[in-house]
C-alpha cells in the first residue's frame, strides 16, 4: 500500500453526530478508519465521535409527536465545532428530516446522508434504475430518499407500509435492543422482496440496518448500498480529496 | 430484556482516548454499545471518543527512542475533561506504559486497561494458573502485564521475541495497514504455540489483536481475554454499578 501524501499534522477533526444509535456511530467511526488507505495510525483521519444516545427518538418525534430531537442535536454540533471539526456528519437517516436546521446552524460543512448514498450508488455501477427503499418508517413517509433519488433519476420501489412496520423496524429495533441474530431475518427478508419487484439496488437507509446485515452474509442480496460505509466514503473523500477508494 | 433502572440523564461522559490505533479506538466504543444490556438508545451510555491518531508511535517512543506520546496524550485527557467526562478509557495496551503520569494529570478516574484484563480472566472463570501474553514489543519487553499478573498470583508465558517479532508484531502490524486477512495468521499461530506451552488462558494484550481475530473465529482457541472487551466491560462497571454483564 502506498503511503497517503497528505500531510494531517494540521487537519481539523472529522466531527461525529452519533448516538443514534450508539452502534451506528461506533460503526460509523469503525468504518471511516477501514475504508482509509493508510500505511500506519498517524495518516489517519482525525476524528471526534460524540456518541451521546440520549438525543430523543427521531422517528417518535415526526410519528407520535414526541420530543423533538433539533436542540440536542444542536448542541452536538456546537460541541463538534467548539472542537475543531473541519466537516461533520451525522450517521442517522431520519436525523436528516432535520438536515437544513442542522446545516444552516454549522459554521462546517455537514455531509447529507443521502447525497452519500447516490454517489455509492453511481461509484457501484448503478446510475439509473430502480432502487428499493428500507429504512424507519419517518424516513420513507416523508420521502427523505424519493425526492433526492428521484431528482437525480432514480426509480424507488418502497415497501408497504405493513412490510416497513414488520421487515424494517422490526430488524432496527432488534439492532437498537442488541439482539443482533433477531435483526438479520427481517432485514434479509425485506432486501429480497424488493429484489423480486425488480430493485436493481437496495438502499440499506436507516444506519441500523447495516448491524442487520454485516458484510460478512452480504452474498447474494446483490447491490446493496449501507449508508453508513456510504457516508464514512463521502467523509473520507471530504477530508482526502483524490485519494483513491476501494 | 429488562430495561435498565438507571436514569443517564446527568450522566458524564465515559471519555475515550483512542486513535492507538483508529481501528481499536472506533472497536472499544462499538463494544461498549454491544455489551452494554439497554432496551433503546436513550437507555445506553454517553461517549466522547477522540479518535485522534497523529498521537506519536508508543512501541517507537520506547523501544527506538523516537519523540514521546505523553504531551499528546495528556492534550487529549485534557481535552476529555473540558467535555465532561466523568471517567475515562485508553484503548491502547502500549500507552499503559505512561499510564502513572496520565491518571496523575487527570482530575476523573482513568481505568487501567491491565487491571481490567485480570478482572475479565475471573469473569471468565481463570482466577489463577498460567496466562501466554501477546503484546507489542515494548509492551512484553517492558513486563506492563507480568508485572501486574504476577502480582494477582498468575504466572506468565511469554513468547520469544523472535515470536513477538514475527507473530505479535506482524499481526499488529498488519491491522495498522488495513490488512485485516493478512493479521489473521501470525495471531492465531502464537495462541497455539501459547497453548501448546501450556497457558490456561491467552492475553490479547495489543487493541489491534483482537481486530486480527474476529469473535467469529475464536472457537477453539481456549479462554482468550479480549483487552478491548475487558477494558469495555470495566468501563460499563463503572458507569452502571451493579448492572448484570454477559
Redesign the interface.
Known amino acids: ?1 502506498n503511503a497517503p501524501i497528505f500531510d ?2 494540521a487537519e481539523g ?1 472529522l466531527g461525529v453526530l452519533g ?5 451506528a ?3 460509523f ?2 468504518r ?3 475504508l ?22 427521531r422517528s417518535t418525534a415526526h410519528m407520535a409527536g414526541g420530543p423533538s430531537p433539533l436542540p440536542a442535536m444542536l448542541a452536538g454540533i456546537r ?1 463538534l465545532e467548539a ?1 475543531g471539526s473541519q466537516v461533520i456528519a451525522i450517521p442517522c437517516n431520519t436525523a436528516h428530516l432535520w438536515y437544513d436546521e442542522l446545516a444552516a446552524a454549522a459554521s462546517v460543512p455537514v455531509l447529507h446522508i443521502v447525497q452519500s448514498v447516490i454517489d455509492d450508488l453511481v461509484r457501484q455501477g448503478v446510475p439509473s434504475g430502480r432502487i428499493g427503499l428500507m429504512g424507519t418508517t419517518a424516513t420513507l413517509a416523508l420521502g427523505l430518499y424519493q425526492r433526492h433519488l428521484e431528482a437525480a433519476g432514480y426509480e424507488c420501489i418502497v415497501p408497504t407500509d405493513e412490510e416497513v412496520e414488520r421487515e424494517c423496524m422490526g430488524a432496527i429495533r432488534a439492532v ?5 441474530e433477531a435483526s438479520i431475518e427481517p432485514a434479509v427478508r425485506c432486501v429480497n422482496l424488493l429484489r423480486d419487484r425488480g430493485a436493481d439496488a437496495v438502499v440499506l437507509g436507516c444506519t441500523e440496518l447495516p448491524l442487520a446485515i454485516p458484510h ?1 452474509l452480504r452474498a447474494g442480496l446483490g447491490p446493496l448500498s449501507d449508508s453508513i460505509d456510504a457516508l464514512a466514503l463521502a467523509a473520507i473523500a471530504h477530508c482526502r480529496p483524490g485519494i483513491a477508494l476501494a
Not at 488507505?37 to 430523543?56: G, M, S, T
Open positions: 500500500m494531517n499534522a477533526y448516538g443514534m444509535g450508539p452502534l456511530g461506533a460503526q467511526a469503525l471511516v478508519a477501514a482509509t488507505p493508510a500505511p500506519n495510525d498517524q495518516a489517519h483521519i482525525p476524528v471526534i465521535l460524540r456518541n451521546d444516545p440520549r438525543i430523543p427518538d460541541f472542537s437498537k435492543a442488541g439482539q443482533m460478512a
